[in-house]
């Protein structure tokens, strides 16, 4: 068990619709990042944020918008969703920034499968 | 940005050592580069981290070459139980920052 959370385990949704991913980090991580992992794309880093700013943004779609709340939470939202969506989504978290000392070692949450239908 | 390359498989045998080789030939100066293993259906588990030469833990050592346009992750004496997914991931805190993960190199160790 890393220490990180995420809600929903498996989620399951129809094309065009929006859904909203949570993760709560490890206890005292400021940093949380957000990955998509599907069968022909591997992990792909999709946002970061520390301390409830944006830090680094991979190739996230416009589609894609995520925030970082004041407790450290954070929530990753996906609208419009179309097939290509569905893929297993991973949230993490570093005690620092990435880059510095004690922001490379990421800890991974269990992941939310999302089936776009 | 810097893009990484790694086998996509190797097979060993239980006692053996693993070496994985990760090019990464743009690296940027203040990349760091991280090693993560991945079983089914779980998240991916940090390794081991390095910027230069060589680093050490209780379960595998990375190697680093003078010019880090490559690092090498090394697991001694492999057992059943090492069988998974091994992926690098090179990024820094440069303006921009993007975390780049390599295509994973899916190890397969027999008995």
């Known amino acids: 068990d890393s220490g990180v959370t995420q809600t929903p385990k498996h989620l399951i949704t129809a094309t065009g619709q929006r859904v909203t991913l949570r993760c709560s980090p490890r206890s005292g991580d400021l940093s949380v990042y957000w990955y998509q992992q599907s069968l022909d794309q591997g992990l792909q880093f999709l946002i970061q944020?520390?301390?409830?700013?944006?830090?680094a943004k991979g190739n996230i779609l416009e589609r894609f918008s995520a925030q970082q709340f004041p407790d450290l939470h954070s929530e990753l939202n996906l609208s419009s969703l179309e097939l290509g969506d569905s893929a297993l989504y991973f949230c993490a978290s570093s005690v620092g920034d990435f880059g510095t000392s004690g922001g490379n070692e990421q800890f991974f949450g269990p992941g939310t499968r999302l089936t776009v239908l | 940005l810097a893009k990484t390359t790694q086998p996509i498989s190797m097979d060993s045998y239980e006692g053996q050592e693993v070496n994985i080789t990760c090019s990464h030939n743009?690296?940027?100066?203040?990349?760091?580069i991280t090693w993560y293993q991945q079983f089914p259906s779980q998240g991916p588990r940090f390794i081991i981290q390095g910027y230069k030469t060589k680093v050490t833990n209780e379960v595998a050592s990375l190697f680093i070459p003078a010019d880090r346009k490559s690092s090498t992750l090394s697991l001694p004496r492999v057992s059943l139980s090492d069988t998974a997914v091994y992926y690098c991931l090179v990024g820094g805190k440069a303006a921009g920052n993007k975390l780049t993960f390599g295509g994973g190199t899916r190890v397969l160790v027999k008995p």
């Open positions: 743009n690296i940027a100066t203040n990349d760091y």
């Open positions: 944020y520390y301390n409830g700013e944006e830090r």
